[in-house]
């Protein structure tokens, strides 16, 4: 069975300093991950995806993450935060049919 | 360059009638998804369609709740006889394939029941 954890619900940040979303998954094969943004009242935006590649994945608005298979985790970071980065974050791993989503990170930016 | 289409934005209902969510998917896309999201319970998978086909229905509740795609048309998610636990966020999303093809999301409708 596919699962996804992420480890904190809530990180707060100050502008201008780094963001690390943390993430677990398990997998019975190799997985295909993805980091998803949701802002209030809108659908889920793709931020980037990891399908066996490459372990260190760019993704939009500066984010990227890094594939560990030894630690099964998939951590979202970014070197400097943004106001405009408060919002909610998903982790998920696709499973053939569906994605399984973590229970989500609110990210609070701070001026 | 439109993206995936859901309506309406906003639906209310009173207990007992019927709600029509309708999805849209990017050009192109032929798979569709419907994942529900409740503030307790995050978000869920319900089903996976392509055209004419209920490939996964493993997420959608047994009774009540039913899902299609027609060769023409949006995807049409419809709940009969809502209830108040029915109220929630419905997000549609589309994808050109399945395995690590990323799921493009709509902005999804919030269910409302009175």
């Given at each position: 069975a596919q699962s996804v954890t992420q480890l904190d619900s809530h990180v707060s940040v100050s502008e201008g300093t780094p963001v690390l979303l943390r993430c677990n998954y398990s997998s019975s094969y190799s997985p295909s991950l993805f980091w998803y943004v949701q802002h209030p009242n809108k659908g889920l935006q793709l931020l980037l995806k990891y399908t066996?590649?490459?372990t260190l994945v760019k993704g939009i608005n500066g984010f990227e993450a890094e594939f560990k298979k030894s630690e099964t985790s998939f951590h979202l970071t970014k070197p400097s935060a943004h106001m405009s980065d408060a919002a909610e974050y998903f982790c998920s791993n696709n499973a053939g049919n569906m994605l399984t989503f973590g229970g989500g990170t609110r990210l609070m930016v701070k001026p | 360059n439109a993206g995936v289409m859901q309506n309406p934005r906003h639906l209310v209902r009173r207990r007992g009638q019927e709600a029509r969510l309708r999805c849209s998917p990017m050009k192109g896309h032929s798979h569709v998804y419907w994942y529900r999201q409740l503030p307790e319970e995050g978000l869920k998978f319900m089903v996976y369609l392509q055209k004419e086909n209920?490939?996964?229905?493993?997420?959608?509740?047994?009774?009540?709740f039913s899902a299609e795609f027609p060769k023409e048309g949006p995807s049409i998610l419809r709940i009969q006889q809502?209830?108040?636990?029915?109220s929630a966020a419905y997000f549609c999303a589309s994808s050109l394939?399945?395995?690590?093809q990323p799921q493009h999301f709509g902005d999804g409708t919030r269910l409302s029941i009175l």
């Open positions: 066996s590649a490459a | 209920i490939i996964d229905e493993s997420g959608m509740p047994k009774e009540r809502v209830v108040r636990g029915d394939g399945t395995g690590g």
